[in-house]
C-alpha cells in the first residue's frame, strides 16, 4: 500500500483535535496564519488582543489569539513550518476557534522571476510532494485551490502587484533537485513553498475556505541557490504583509 492510497472519507480518527481543544465562547469566522515569530511577537503588542487558546507540542505552546478589526474579530496565530506541523495545529486552530475561513501568508522560493519577481503570489494549485495531504483528499499530482480567484480579485482592488499560478510545495527543501525543479517549471511552477498543498487539503477536508498569499523571498530559477531576501526583510516590511491580510480579512 502506497502513501497516496492512505486518504479516508471517515472525518473521526483515533486521535482528534477535540482530545486537546476545547471551543472558545464567541468564536470567530476567520483566522489569519502567519509563519514569522516577529510579526506575531509585534502583534501582541496590541491593546485588543488576547489569547485565548494554545495549539501544544513538545516544540513549546503556540498561542492562538483574537483580535479587533474594523468591528470584527478574527483569530491570529503562529503557524509551524512545515506540511504535517502546519495541518496539525491548523486543525487545533479549527477546533478552538470555530472559524470557517483562513488566511495565510509567508514566503516562498521564485522558480520564475519573470513572472513572479517582486510580486505578491496567489497559488492556484499546489503540487503535492509532501505526504500529509493524501490523508485528507484523494490521490492526485496537484490540488487547486478555490479561492484563487476570489483572492486576486481583492488583492486587484486593494492596488496590489500580484500574479496567479500553480506552486510546488515540498517539505524536502534540501532535495530541490535541478530535475525536480525543471520538472516542475515546465508544469507551470512559479514559486515553491512547503505547506499550501496540505494546508487546503485540511482546509477542504473540514469545509474552511482558505486565502493564501506568498511572498518572494530566494530564487531557484538556475542549479546555482539565491538566497535573495530571505531573512533580510525589516520589521516594518513584515508587518506590510500582515496589514495586507487583515485587509483581506475584512473584505472576504
Not at 188 to 206: H, K, P, T
Request: glycine letters at 8%.
Amino acid at each position: 500500500m502506497s502513501i497516496i492510497h492512505s486518504y479516508d472519507l471517515n472525518p473521526t480518527a483515533v486521535i482528534n483535535p477535540a482530545d486537546f481543544c476545547t471551543l472558545i465562547e464567541r468564536p470567530v469566522s476567520i483566522a489569519i496564519a502567519t509563519f514569522s515569530q516577529h510579526i506575531i511577537t509585534e502583534m501582541k503588542k496590541r491593546d485588543d488582543i488576547e489569547v485565548v487558546g494554545q495549539s501544544g507540542s513538545t516544540n513549546g505552546p503556540v498561542d492562538i489569539c483574537r483580535i479587533r478589526i474594523a468591528d470584527r474579530e478574527i483569530g491570529v496565530y503562529l503557524t509551524r513550518i512545515g506540511a504535517s506541523a502546519s495541518a496539525a495545529t491548523l486543525e487545533e486552530v479549527i477546533a478552538t476557534l470555530g472559524i470557517s475561513k483562513l488566511i495565510v501568508f509567508g514566503s516562498s522560493g521564485i522558480l520564475d522571476p519573470a513572472i513572479a519577481g517582486g510580486k505578491i503570489i496567489v497559488p492556484t494549485a499546489a503540487y503535492r510532494d509532501e505526504g500529509t495531504s493524501y490523508h485528507y483528499a484523494p490521490p492526485s499530482d496537484y490540488i487547486e485551490l478555490p479561492q484563487a480567484d476570489r483572492l486576486a480579485a481583492i488583492l486587484t482592488k486593494l492596488g496590489v502587484d500580484h500574479v496567479a499560478g500553480r506552486v510546488w510545495t515540498t517539505d524536502a527543501f534540501y532535495r530541490e533537485t535541478p530535475a525536480n525543479l525543471e520538472r516542475r517549471r515546465s508544469e507551470g511552477c512559479i514559486a515553491v513553498d512547503m505547506e499550501c498543498s496540505a494546508l487546503q487539503a485540511v482546509c477542504s477536508f473540514r469545509g474552511i475556505e482558505l486565502y493564501q498569499f506568498l511572498y518572494g523571498a530566494d530564487r531557484l530559477e538556475t542549479t546555482k541557490w539565491d538566497r535573495g531576501i530571505l531573512g533580510k526583510l525589516s520589521s516594518d516590511e513584515k508587518m506590510k504583509y500582515m496589514a495586507l491580510a487583515m485587509e483581506i480579512a475584512i473584505r472576504i
